[in-house]
């Protein structure tokens, strides 16, 4: 039998009592929530009560609580995600504004990084240095140039030696005011007297066009080791002496080559030596004889004219008379034959 056909089929309950009945429902419902939040007094005595009503409600105050939670946790989920997309763009722009300035600071720590080392070369005694930069490259099967914004106007003549930070370079071929060509050691014009810093032993290093040049015109017994530290030498006075140059290489041919300490890096910054010659080199003060300066440079006298009259004391005043007294002595006869 269904429901509509029992004794209730014709029941009808007023919409008051319906809201009073939920109303005291409710009111019931909060007052068993407040004696379960009660303080510990209260709640000591009623912890039977507490218990069952906790029991009882808990599980169905967990089935109500997920979809909240659920709901908050989607709604926490969509603004993060909102937020992050919305700084991942901020990033992204900001990263676009520093890369340029990053560049810059990179190119500027790598040239920073050149001028200190360069200003850390120190020759030994000191030598005056112009730094400069090599603007412009020729290479070839045989010519190796380059050209440096420093010149004339610096005191850059022509044979000054240039290094890097690594050892020699070149010499200066040609100059104007504010342009230097650099022949470099690689160069087949290029001949630079040398040592071996081991044995002392002297050579000349000779570019052929390749990166390793030739050692040539060894002198010694057995000079040379694979290894050894090349130097200048300072022969013929073009070049200071002891400027690093490379370490000497058997090559395939057999012939003993230098690998060179510029190939440890490019030769954009370089130092021009201003030498002229050692004694520049050299503290006149220091030396034992007084420099040329102090001599004396009055010209000497001319041995050829008569010596001057020396001053003759006083004559008693009856010299002169005497003198005047006296008769003049007879001319000599000629000898006979004599031309008169």
Do not use: C
């Amino acid at each position: 039998m269904a429901f509509r056909d029992g004794p209730f089929e014709n029941l009808k309950v007023p919409v008051a009592w319906t809201a009073a009945g939920a109303a005291a429902v409710a009111i019931g419902a909060a007052v068993m929530l407040l004696l379960a939040d009660s303080g510990s007094a209260r709640a000591q005595t009623n912890n039977p009560v507490r218990s069952g009503f906790e029991a009882t409600v808990g599980p169905v105050n967990g089935v109500f609580a997920w979809p909240v939670r659920f709901v908050g946790q989607v709604s926490d989920n969509v603004r993060g995600y909102f937020f992050a997309v919305s700084e991942n763009r901020r990033l992204k722009r900001r990263i676009a504004e520093l890369e340029p300035w990053r560049d810059q600071a990179i190119a500027l720590k790598t040239i920073n990084a050149r001028y200190e080392a360069m200003l850390g070369v120190r020759t030994e005694p000191p030598v005056p240095l112009a730094t400069g930069r090599s603007i412009s490259d020729s290479r070839g099967p045989y010519a190796n140039a380059r050209l440096i914004d420093v010149g004339s106007a610096r005191g850059v003549r022509i044979g000054n030696p240039v290094i890097t930070e690594h050892g020699l370079v070149g010499r200066v071929i040609g100059t104007s005011s504010n342009v230097s060509r650099v022949l470099l050691l690689t160069d087949v014009a290029s001949q630079t007297p040398i040592m071996v810093d081991r044995t002392d032993a002297r050579a000349i290093l000779k570019g052929d066009g390749s990166g390793n040049p030739r050692l040539e015109f060894i002198r010694g017994e057995n000079p040379v080791q694979v290894g050894d530290r090349i130097l200048t030498s300072g022969d013929g006075g073009g070049i200071p002496r002891g400027i690093p140059v490379g370490m000497a290489a058997k090559g395939v041919d057999g012939s003993w080559r230098v690998k060179l300490f510029n190939d440890r890096g490019p030769i954009d910054y370089v130092r021009v030596m201003l030498f002229q010659d050692f004694g520049q080199l050299t503290n006149p003060e220091a030396l034992n004889a007084p420099p040329l300066a102090g001599f004396n440079t009055a010209p000497p006298p001319d041995l050829g004219a008569a010596p001057a009259a020396r001053p003759t004391p006083a004559q008693p005043a009856a010299a002169p008379a005497a003198r005047a007294t006296t008769a003049p002595r007879p001319a000599a006869t000629p000898p006979a034959g004599a031309p008169r």
